[in-house]
């Protein structure tokens, strides 16, 4: 895999359709979109105005920025598209909503959510593992809220079903600017998936 740090422009977010139970998340979401745009990195995100995802979106519209949704055909045709995006494309179904998103980012980001978000955060970052693509994924730890995801990849480890450098490829911030840059700074692994294999030899 190659080891050059990435160059951020478009970032891909993947966030609750909820809002959560504390009030925490809705900010985090907010801060996260500000970081965005201040940035001068495009959102690439679900496209809705639901949730946490029409918070962010709003947070970066609001700061300037950009922000491009990708939604999905039947959840247009429920009204959830955001109406004030900078771009949008509607596609047939979630495998392509997710494979669009993963296309046009450069890195991913995954806010607290629920099944569909640990979806998607596994799906890309399991590509990064596998090399289909070299692009950072994060997690915003907002409330401790990804401690267990850590304590369980600590433990496939424990049990020799990943290798450490795989489940430290993933950056885990409580700060949105703090993750932010730590996908701007990430190289990926040079190790293979596969424990007993020999792992490729450093490039010269």
């Known amino acids: 895999m190659n080891t050059t740090a990435v160059t951020l422009a478009r970032v891909a977010v993947f966030c609750g359709s909820n809002i959560g139970f504390s009030d925490a998340y809705a900010q985090a979401a907010r801060q996260l979109g500000e970081q965005i745009a201040a940035r001068g990195l495009t959102l690439v995100y679900g496209g809705t105005h639901k949730g946490l995802m029409g918070i962010m979106a709003d947070a970066v519209l609001q700061a300037g ?83 267990p995801m850590r304590a369980m990849l600590s433990h496939a480890v424990a049990e020799g079903f990943m290798k450490p450098e795989h489940r430290d490829m993933i950056v885990v911030e409580a700060d949105p600017g703090a993750l932010l840059d730590g996908l701007a700074a990430w190289k990926a692994p040079t190790v293979t998936k596969w424990i007993g294999d020999p792992d490729p030899a450093p490039a010269a």
């Open 65 to 147: 920025g950009q922000a491009t949704g990708i939604i999905n055909r039947r959840l247009h045709e429920r009204g959830h598209l955001h109406p004030g995006l900078s771009s949008h494309e509607i596609v047939p179904d979630m495998r392509a909503r997710k494979a669009r998103m993963a296309e046009l980012a450069d890195a991913f980001i995954a806010m607290p959510g629920g099944l569909g978000t640990l979806e998607e955060l596994f799906e890309a970052a399991t590509l990064t593992q596998l090399g289909d693509h070299t692009k950072a994924c994060g997690v915003l730890n907002v409330r401790g809220f990804y401690e």
